[in-house]
């Protein structure tokens, strides 16, 4: 035999012998397991048929489930447990402004957070079986005109909707974490009558739980009002200021407003100093007949009939009175303690006729997708605003002085066109029909029932400060 061969064949026999060696070493091991009884058996060692079984089968299994892993992990991701508490469903507004390093989250759970992206305006109102957090008697600072359930609204449907957005969930509003939030601070409401709506509707909210004491009001119809929160130091203010500059407003005399574009209106914002958390909201006034000056020139006019200025619109005015708005706030509160700046956009109407006629906002249900579309004057309001606001925050990025101004768009124009069901159309006073259908009912279809949709606004006004917190749990 050659030696080629023969070296081979001695490995094959060396590899024979041994594992003869390794079956007889097995044999007698399995020989004392049995002789020792069942008392030795091992309660975690499977027996041979399921072993081999399992061998066989694991693999395949495996690959069949690591697809459906990887989709479950890609549409929802695990959140990170913390002890002792609570995870809150998370969401990320798609406009924020943070102009400092430092504002990076700091925790793997806030970098996840602060990646997945959602966008507040985009979404459909789904039906919901929870009552609000309060009613027409449990809160006390509900403005008359707004309050539909006492003022005898025999529908009570639009009580149970919440707005759905696509990409994230709004966490139900928790008064307690709101204030958490504010302790110590001041949250100020800056604009017209949506503006007064909002702050009545948060107040109802927080005082499901705690209860706000009055302490200043003065104006006429209280057009300037602040409430204290004693358990957290937390005050809630409104400031009347239809178009956040100043201005005249028409009188009897002068059927025209009066709007100085390039000046501040200091009624509100000679306060800038103690307020925290700022919240603008505007829009209707701009509708009605004005002149518009910028220090001593005159722009134009808008609707100023028998006046010798030009027809400019109000549009561009809009973003203008935006505009010089967000500069004074940051040249005054942009360094040092800092501010939050939230712009509330702008909230349609639902006229569908006459305004002093019985059926001018008559829906009982909100739009369903596709049935109404944003355009016209909403569409253009809520451009203008958005336009102000990326603008001044793709400015102040790169800005280093100014560590701790932020700015965010609440962009409720298109949820809020999808419910002309919220507003109190006749119910403006109570039981406008006790004594039969006369040939003139005012109607308010502007405005928002309290419970009612508003009520949403301020869900996402929390979900904001507590992703710009970083307070991503509550307590157990």
């Not at 500069?327 to 700046?341: A, F, L, M, P, S």
Request: hydrophobic fraction near 30%; glycine fraction near 6%.
């Amino acid at each position: 035999m050659p030696p080629r061969h023969s070296s081979i064949l001695k490995l094959i026999q060396n590899k024979r012998k041994t594992e003869e060696e390794q079956k007889q070493q097995r044999e007698g091991e399995r020989g004392s397991e049995r002789k020792m009884g069942s008392s030795a058996t091992n309660p975690f060692k499977e027996p041979p048929y399921y072993t081999s079984l399992t061998k066989k089968l694991l693999p395949y299994l495996l690959y069949a489930l690591l697809p459906v892993a990887l989709v479950r992990l890609y549409f929802y991701p695990v959140p990170v447990s913390l002890s002792s508490t609570v995870q809150i469903p998370r969401s990320t507004p798609i406009l924020t402004s943070t102009t400092s390093s430092d504002s990076s989250p700091s925790t793997e759970e806030e970098r996840r957070n602060a990646e997945i992206p959602c966008d507040y305006s985009n979404g459909k109102w789904v039906p919901d079986k929870l009552s609000p957090l309060y009613n027409d008697t449990s809160c006390g600072t509900i403005k008359e005109g707004r309050n539909c359930m006492s003022h005898g609204r025999p529908d009570s449907g639009y009580l149970y909707w919440r707005w759905s957005p696509e990409q994230c969930s709004i966490p139900r509003f928790d008064p307690q974490i709101f204030l958490k939030l504010l302790k110590n601070k001041h949250l100020a409401f800056v604009g017209d009558s949506m503006a007064r709506n909002q702050l009545e509707s948060l107040l109802c909210m927080v005082s499901s739980a705690y209860s706000p004491e009055l302490v200043y009001s003065t104006g006429e119809d209280d057009k300037f009002r602040r409430w204290h929160f004693p358990s957290h130091n937390a005050s809630v203010s409104i400031y009347w200021s239809p178009f956040l500059v100043k201005g005249v407003e028409k009188t009897g005399e002068k059927n025209y407003n009066t709007l100085h574009l390039e000046s501040i209106d200091e009624r509100w914002a000679s306060d800038l100093d103690q307020i925290d958390v700022v919240v603008l909201s505007v829009g209707h006034w701009f509708l009605h007949p004005a002149v518009y000056l910028y220090g001593d020139e005159v722009l134009g006019c808008h609707f100023c009939v028998g006046q010798n200025y030009t027809e400019v619109g109000f549009y561009d005015v809009f973003g203008k009175a935006f505009k010089t708005t967000l500069n004074t706030i940051i040249e005054r509160r942009g360094g040092g303690k800092g501010i939050d700046v939230i712009v509330t956009t702008f909230s349609p109407h639902h006229f569908e006729g006459e305004w002093d006629k019985l059926g001018a906002c008559p829906r009982t249900e909100p739009y369903k997708e596709g049935e109404k579309q944003l355009e016209g004057m909403d569409a253009e309001m809520r451009k203008a605003e958005l336009k102000e606001v990326k603008a001044k925050v793709a400015d102040e990025k790169n800005n280093k002085k100014r560590a701790k101004f932020r700015l965010e768009a609440l962009d409720v124009t298109k949820l809020a066109l999808m419910r002309p069901d919220g507003h109190p159309g006749p119910y403006l006073y109570a039981n406008p029909f006790a004594n039969g259908i006369g040939e003139r009912v005012q109607n308010d279809c502007v405005h928002w029932c309290l419970p009612g949709p508003i009520d949403v606004w301020n869900e996402i006004l929390l979900d904001v400060m507590m992703r710009w917190a970083g307070k991503f749990k509550s307590e157990g």
